[in-house]
């Protein structure tokens, strides 16, 4: 049978397979002349990995043929370019890394590749995961499938624009501030950032290591709840990887949330946010207290602080991080003559782009003596703070409801000579890395015809509760059947 892919879930296509109705190879050629229709408009892809991909829907099928297989056998995925993939090249969007082909795989690919899942290639990002629109790409920018005049969001922009345009079943992300939900809210996906430490970051090309985490984009809750149970567990090469069991979070997915206790934490409902942004999360704040649940106002006072906190945190790790990248041991190197320090130097200057040379030199300078107290340690102490005041909240509410993003999609190059407006982006997304807490995306509807998000806040390890929410939420509604007319 022909497949429709723009619209077609790894549920679904799980089914189909199983049943026979079709097979992992027609899905992945399928997919691939989606591809070929689209890429051109939405520059959702660094690397397109097709031969590879019909190799491994042979695997898959053969592997059908033996009877019950997992669920994401055979289903075509993306993955963003900062995860190391064994023998396929890896290159963060960036210049420094254009020719490196890792000689193994991130322990999320290899749990993906275990199910026989199915990769047709790797997904655009800002460099090195430091953006809000995938406009930081040394490539390509990525652009909205709703609106190719727009942004896509970022850092995940080529994962969520693949998602929604078709060119890939579901994919995975990373968000260190918001890199996973905000690109979800701003095409139309579902997007989910784990509690930190749930999914294993060994092998994920690290930004900040202790804000980083690996999610899922979908085209809906199901295949968000099937994807993260394929990904989530303890793995013994990530020694920030939480040791705890790991549930079938399908399971919870019964649209049922009668008594659920939901906050409204004015602090995200501020000036400055889009009309029409507020009015949608406001309509599915009443849906949410439709189906049952109670909605209460809630406080977080240290919300505002949220942004310094990340733009202190986020850029010290970084430019630790990115100490590593001297031109001697792999990576671009320059071809200037000198010393070793001035060889070092060019590489640096010519390897990275202006916003990782803007994010290192933050960091560098929050970390230099006679600064560090000032600036690094009083950002880790307020960041206690922001964690215990989630702790508290979530002692009276078990979900917290925010916008995603304050705004629709913006146009591209709008916002690109103004950093402070760029960073403004993620500020209802990045407390969340910055407690560790869960966090998820969900369509909500529509604002000058392009999509809105829904943000749902869990505490530590609530990944069925906020699952749960989004599921009774999205099944109550028909906004993630919307899809963008490429």
């Not at 979908?218 to 939480?242: E, F, R």
């Not at 993003?405 to 591209?412: E, H, I, N, Q, R």
Request: glycine letters at 8%; a negative charge; proline letters at 6%.
């Amino acid at each position: 049978m022909s497949v429709d892919v723009t619209k077609l879930t790894a549920h679904d296509a799980s089914r189909l397979l199983a049943s026979g109705d079709t097979s992992a190879l027609e899905l992945t050629q399928a997919t691939i002349e989606r591809i070929s229709t689209v890429e051109h408009l939405t520059g959702a892809f660094v690397t397109i990995t097709d031969d590879l991909a019909l190799e491994q829907a042979g695997q898959a099928d053969a592997r059908l043929g033996l009877g019950p297989s997992p669920t994401l056998t055979g289903i075509p995925m993306q993955l963003k370019d900062n995860m190391v993939t064994k023998d396929i090249l890896t290159t963060c969007s960036s210049k420094m890394l254009k020719d490196f082909v890792p000689p193994y795989n991130s322990t999320v690919a290899a749990k993906l590749f275990d199910q026989n899942a199915v990769l047709v290639g790797k997904g655009n990002l800002d460099e090195f995961a430091m953006g809000s629109s995938t406009e930081n790409s040394a490539f390509h920018p990525s652009h909205n499938p709703w609106d190719i005049s727009r942004v896509p969001g970022g850092s995940s922009g080529g994962p969520a624009a693949a998602v929604a345009s078709g060119e890939a079943v579901y994919a995975l992300g990373s968000d260190t501030g918001g890199s996973i939900r905000q690109p979800a809210a701003l095409c139309g996906v579902v997007g989910l950032k784990p509690t930190y430490g749930l999914v294993s970051r060994y092998g994920l090309i690290a930004f900040a290591s202790s804000l980083d985490q690996i999610g899922p984009l979908t085209k809906d809750v199901t295949d968000c709840a099937l994807v993260l149970s394929a990904i989530a567990g303890h793995d013994p090469k990530d020694s920030t990887s939480i040791d705890t069991e790991v549930p079938d979070y399908t399971d919870v997915l019964t649209g049922d949330i009668k008594g659920l206790r939901v906050g409204v934490p004015k602090e995200y409902f501020v000036e400055g946010i889009d009309p029409g942004v507020r009015e949608v999360v406001n309509k599915a704040i009443d849906v949410l207290s439709g189906l049952g649940a109670t909605v209460d106002e809630t406080s977080l006072p240290h919300t505002p602080h949220a942004m310094a906190v990340y733009y202190i945190v986020a850029p010290s790790e970084a430019s630790a991080n990115l100490a590593r990248y001297d031109g001697v041991k792999y990576g671009y190197s320059t071809e200037a003559q000198g010393t070793m320090w001035e060889a070092l130097e060019h590489t640096r200057q010519e390897g990275f782009g202006p916003e990782v040379k803007r994010r290192i030199m933050l960091g560098t300078y929050a970390l230099s003596a006679g600064y560090y107290d000032a600036y690094y340690k009083k950002a880790q102490q307020v960041r206690t703070l922001i964690r215990q005041e989630f702790n508290d909240v979530f002692k009276k509410f078990d979900v917290l409801v925010s916008p995603t993003s304050p705004s629709v999609a913006f146009k591209m190059g709008e916002k690109t000579h103004d950093p402070y407006m760029m960073y403004l982006n993620d500020i209802f997304t990045q407390p969340a890395n910055i407690a560790g807490i869960p966090a998820i995306s969900v369509p909500a509807g529509l604002s000058e015809g392009l999509p809105v998000g829904l943000q749902l806040m869990a505490n530590h390890l609530k990944e069925e509760t906020l699952l749960q929410t989004a599921y009774a939420y999205e099944q109550a509604t028909d906004w993630h059947t919307l899809h963008p007319d490429l």
